[in-house]
């Protein structure tokens, strides 16, 4: 069954760039058809979906973070990665990683998630 | 885009039904039948309970059922356990590549 497990820095300084990795448990990174995506919950508001990556590279982001976001691919790794910009306390939340199948519009399966703080 | 609106907070006694309900607009649910649900204990993963309004995914318990009326979605549990108690999240596709979700209810199984 397919796991995904997200790492990164828990803390970081304002005005600084948030990197995270999530690394996939098989080789279905290279599926060219399955989106691969983050998300995030800062603490007591909703769920928001970041943006994501196919295996050719193609990204599509949320038009609220879209000046700020880059998402890439290392498929040799079995990872993918986000890095958010300029992050402010606003930043602060639990990021997951999660799939999404073609055709679809579920996320399935997430990873558990990994808390970064943004303050100085 | 705006989120969702779901209620912060239902609480049920075991054997019970609950339903939590999940409001957007004629942006999103009203168009599209993409409506997904998600459980989520503390420290765990979102899980995926319901999809596409009203389908659940192998494993999932028939306890669960997931229905739309115009903008607002809803999320049923009968025969509530105490392992129902979680957070539960909505979320719906709105459209150009991009999801919308809710801002979450605590379920609490009294």
């Known amino acids: 069954q397919l796991q995904l497990q997200e790492s990164g820095p828990g803390l970081v300084r304002p005005s600084q760039t948030l990197s995270l990795t999530c690394t996939v448990s098989d080789g279905s990174i290279s599926n060219g058809g399955l989106s691969w995506n983050w998300l995030r919950k800062p603490p007591g508001r909703g769920l928001e979906w970041m943006g994501y990556i196919y295996y050719s590279g193609s990204t599509y982001y949320n038009p609220s973070l879209k000046s700020r976001i880059a998402i890439s691919l290392d498929a040799s790794k079995r990872q993918f990665s986000l890095q958010l910009t300029s992050v402010t306390a606003a930043d602060t939340a639990v990021y997951y990683c999660?799939?999404?199948?073609?055709?679809?519009?579920?996320?399935?399966?997430w990873g558990q998630g990994t808390l970064v703080t943004v303050s100085s | 885009q705006s989120a969702l609106t779901q209620p912060a907070s239902v609480s049920g006694s075991p054997g019970q039904s609950i339903t939590i309900s999940c409001t957007g607009t004629?942006?999103?649910?009203?168009?599209?039948?993409?409506v997904s649900w998600y459980q989520q204990h503390p420290g765990k993963a979102p899980r995926l309970i319901i999809y596409d309004v009203n389908k659940r995914p192998s494993g999932v318990s028939d306890r669960f059922s997931g229905s739309k009326s115009g903008n607002t979605a809803s999320l049923t549990i009968s025969g509530l356990r105490a392992e129902d108690e979680a957070d539960y999240h909505c979320?719906?596709?709105?459209?150009?590549?991009?999801?919308?979700f809710g801002g979450g209810t605590k379920l609490t199984v009294l």
């Open positions: 999660a799939r999404k199948i073609p055709a679809t519009n579920w996320f399935d399966p």
């Open positions: 004629s942006s999103d649910i009203g168009t599209y039948n993409y």
């Open positions: 979320c719906s596709f709105t459209g150009s590549s991009t999801w919308v």
